[in-house]
């Protein structure tokens, strides 16, 4: 049986950039993907930042389906029944992060592969590695066999192929948050309405507090052209240790009926539900993303990070696998896909913004993962705005008193010092 | 051997098709796949080649780019050519012209078998087929669940589906047989099958090539129009009827009788 240059596993943003790549420097690329078709299992949240990307697919961008560009940065702390939100807008957000809808943009990615000559096959998942005299030299779909030169894992937060190369372990509650996200469809003007938004711009609204009901989390809403993408993330360790979290779909529906929440979705027709697990490994990156024969890229090698102002790991999976096709050209050019050659894989990775960034925020979950960060803060700024903003029957303080009493009540304590030392993490 | 299948990609069971609000057509969900019968028709014609001997499969479709998926999925379970029927003078064909065009492409292949579904998950018609043998002079046998070929490949036993049993029959080739479900399972596609499909020649036939005058063929050659379609008349709200168990009862024979005029 012919022998492929790859064989990609997962027809996500990884995948697919891996294999465009590679169709494009004239390689034999094979993606298979267990889905209907390429971003029919894809979730995100999501927002994409094209400048890091820019450099790696100029030739994408200007015609890419993506959906509105974000000129507004909202986030807002919650406590049970009070919010406080900042907004932030800015001149220079122009074609800086865009709003995306996974089942369109990975369709499209597809097609630009097929058109460059790569294979697709859908409906196939991918069960085992193919082994020859103990190295990876393929895959095994439901029973057939696929060899390649190399396997590019591409296969998601799961990834089973990474484990079953020995290169992570399986997946711990601590290294994961479940997302719930629905797709709500209301009409361009509304949403322009609703958010404030001309024509083509969008929103991106963060929320924390109370929402996650004590567990680690926050929700999010992002603006499509015609409609918008309401999700809530909880930490599955977090919400496994909690004594009293409800059912995860009975938070998101509180979540969905806040006062600030209903008023824009409301009208809305849900038009997509899913539920998507999120690797969070301590923003920590496989440590080897690569052995014989094999190479593992995206959420696969755990490249994804919590800001806290924002998620990234659609850039990371993109331009992983962009650096992924371009070791593979080069071990098919020295005729050598041995451990040795795909070292450069790592070194690729370390030198882009992929490893600079994941290093940078590498501790940045430490400090978001305290539960003070969605349970005591978010309630604290809210009861101090509650009193600055209050007029009662009686004589009123001086403003400045109010908060200065605030912060001494809220912060001046040994727990809140820590906690402000350790925001320099982030 | 040639074993001759008949293909069409049809929508999806799960895609969403609704009648126009004017009645002049239905708005399809761009979701197709190889029509469930004709899949069972590509698997019986690679069984029997793979019973052995010199078994070519080929299969054949009427239309457009619809049709080259239909053809790519058949190559991909394994059949070993394809052939797309495919002019602008075919087009809006009922079956009659779609049959005539079939069958005067088979005419000039010297087939020994063709094989059909025994209707397509979209109009369920289900006389393509038959139509394609008449038109060809060769007897067909539709509703197969059962083929068993004569060891000379003269002659086949046939078991088809009646109402509460089966029917054997002998039949001579060539024959035209349409599959039921029960004749077998089609097996998916191999990987190395779809990748093989994908780069295949897809042999095309148009009007000229089958020799045909453009008044017999599509439009022009057919002799039923749709005139419309219906909306499925909108189910009457439903009501709820409240209380205790016993008075509620009360309230469903009293409808029964006098509403619905059943009991
Ligand atoms: C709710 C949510 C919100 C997020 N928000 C953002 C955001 O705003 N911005 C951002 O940049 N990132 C965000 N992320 C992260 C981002 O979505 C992921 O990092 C990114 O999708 C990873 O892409 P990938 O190609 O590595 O994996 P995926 O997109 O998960 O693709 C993996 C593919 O592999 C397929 N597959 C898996 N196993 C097999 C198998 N055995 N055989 C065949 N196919 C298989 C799957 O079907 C899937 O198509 C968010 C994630 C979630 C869940």
New interface residues.
């Given amino acids: 049986?012919e022998r492929m240059d790859a064989v990609v596993v997962g027809a996500g943003l990884a995948g697919l950039t891996c294999a465009y790549r590679l169709a494009c420097e004239g390689m034999q690329v094979?993606v298979?993907e267990r889905g209907d078709h390429p971003g029919s299992k894809n979730v995100t949240g999501g927002r994409i930042y094209l400048r890091p990307l820019r450099p790696y697919l100029p030739e994408l961008w200007d015609k890419a389906p993506l959906e509105r560009q974000v000129t507004k940065e909202v986030i807002t702390m919650m406590s049970a029944g009070a919010a406080f939100t900042a907004q932030f807008t800015s001149d220079k957000f122009r074609e800086h992060s865009y709003t995306i809808l996974r089942s369109r943009f990975d369709k499209w990615l597809g097609e630009r592969v097929v058109e460059r000559g790569g294979?697709i096959?859908p409906?196939?998942r991918v069960t085992d590695l193919l082994r020859e005299d103990g190295r990876i030299a393929g895959v095994v779909?439901?029973g057939?066999e696929?060899p390649a030169h190399v396997v590019v894992a591409a296969d998601g937060a799961l990834s089973l192929l990474a484990e079953q190369a020995g290169l992570r372990g399986p997946l711990a509650p601590r290294h994961a948050a479940v997302a719930l996200k629905e797709v709500i469809k209301l009409t361009p003007p509304v949403i322009e309405e609703r958010f404030g938004l001309s024509p083509g711009e969008g929103a991106a609204h963060l929320f924390f507090g109370a929402i996650t009901e004590g567990v680690f989390g926050g929700g999010f809403l992002y603006t499509n052209q015609e409609t918008v993408s309401l999700g809530l993330v909880l930490g599955i360790d977090s919400f496994l240790r909690h004594p009293a979290a409800r059912e995860t779909h009975a938070i998101f529906e509180a979540f969905k009926g806040r006062r600030e929440i209903a008023p824009l979705i409301k009208g809305g027709e849900l038009v997509e539900y899913s539920a998507h697990l999120i690797p969070e490994g301590g923003n920590k990156p496989v440590r080897q993303p690569y052995t014989d024969g094999f190479l593992v890229a995206g959420d696969a090698a755990g490249l994804a990070l919590n800001m806290g102002i924002t998620v990234r790991g659609m850039e990371f999976a993109m331009a992983s696998g962009y650096l992924a096709a371009q070791t593979v050209k080069q071990a098919k050019e020295k005729g050598d896909y041995s451990a040795t050659t795909l070292a450069a894989y790592a070194t690729l990775l370390k030198e882009s913004f992929v490893l600079k960034d994941m290093e940078t925020f590498r501790r940045s979950l430490d400090v978001l993962e305290n539960p003070r960060m969605t349970g005591f803060y978010p309630a604290w700024v809210c009861k101090v705005m509650e009193d600055v903003f209050w007029i009662g029957e009686g004589p009123k303080q001086r403003v400045s008193f109010t908060i200065w009493k605030g912060i001494r009540q809220g912060l001046f304590n040994l727990r809140a010092i820590k906690d402000l030392l350790r925001l320099r993490r982030i | 051997m040639h074993i001759a299948v008949l293909v069409k990609q049809v929508p999806d069971s799960e895609a969403t098709v609704q009648v126009k609000a004017d009645g002049s057509g239905v708005e399809i969900e761009d979701r197709y796949t190889l029509n469930f019968f004709d899949s069972l028709a590509v698997e019986e014609a690679l069984r029997i080649k793979g019973q052995g001997g010199d078994v070519v499969v080929t299969i054949i479709t009427l239309g457009g780019q619809k049709g080259v998926e239909a053809l790519r999925t058949g190559l991909a379970m394994g059949a070993d050519q394809a052939v797309l029927l495919d002019d602008p003078a075919f087009a809006g064909g009922d079956e009659y012209a779609t049959a005539m065009v079939l069958a005067a492409a088979l005419k000039g292949m010297q087939v020994d078998m063709i094989l059909c579904g025994k209707e397509a998950f979209d109009d369920s018609s289900g006389v393509v087929g038959p139509l394609v043998a008449e038109f060809l002079s060769m007897p067909s046998v539709t509703s197969v669940v059962k083929i068993q070929l004569a060891p000379d490949k003269g002659s086949a036993l046939i078991e088809r589906e009646i109402e509460g049993g089966k029917e054997v029959i002998k039949v001579s080739l060539p024959v035209l047989l349409s599959a039921q479900k029960g004749l077998n399972e089609a097996r998916?596609p191999?990987?190395?099958g779809?990748?093989k499909a994908?780069r295949a020649e897809i042999k095309k036939l148009d009007l000229a090539a089958i020799g045909l005058p453009a008044t017999v063929v599509g439009r022009a050659g057919s002799k039923e129009e749709i005139l419309r379609y219906h909306r499925h008349p909108q189910r009457p709200a439903v009501t709820m009827l409240q209380g205790e168990a016993a008075d509620i009862v009360r309230q469903v024979v009293g409808l029964l009788k006098e509403e619905a005029k059943v009991i």
Avoid: A, D, H
């Fill in positions: 049986m094979l298979l294979f096959v409906q196939r779909s439901e057939e696929i | 998916v191999p990987v190395m779809v990748m994908m």
